[in-house]
């Protein structure tokens, strides 16, 4: 069996079993799973476009509010 966060291989010993029911090598390890890996955030240029997007429909409100 092999760390679910590194894939190291895991001891009896010293594996840690986090709320998943995932097992892990190190507490270090078990604590991954609070934290989001930055491969599932959107790529930066995707969230440039969704911003560009969302200002585009808010520009002409706020324009035609302040006339």
């Known amino acids: 069996m092999h760390c679910s966060f590194c894939h190291h291989p895991l001891t009896p010993e010293t ?7 995932r097992l892990y090598c190190s507490e270090f390890c078990a604590d991954s ?3 989001i890996p930055a ?3 959107p790529p930066k240029e ?22």
Do not use: N
């Open 15 to 21: 594996s840690w079993k986090g709320t998943a029911d």
């Open 33 to 35: 799973e609070t934290v």
């Open 39 to 41: 491969r599932l955030h």
């Open 46 to 67: 995707e969230i440039d476009q969704q911003y560009l997007a969302r200002l585009e429909r808010l520009l002409p409100l706020r324009r035609s509010i302040y006339r």
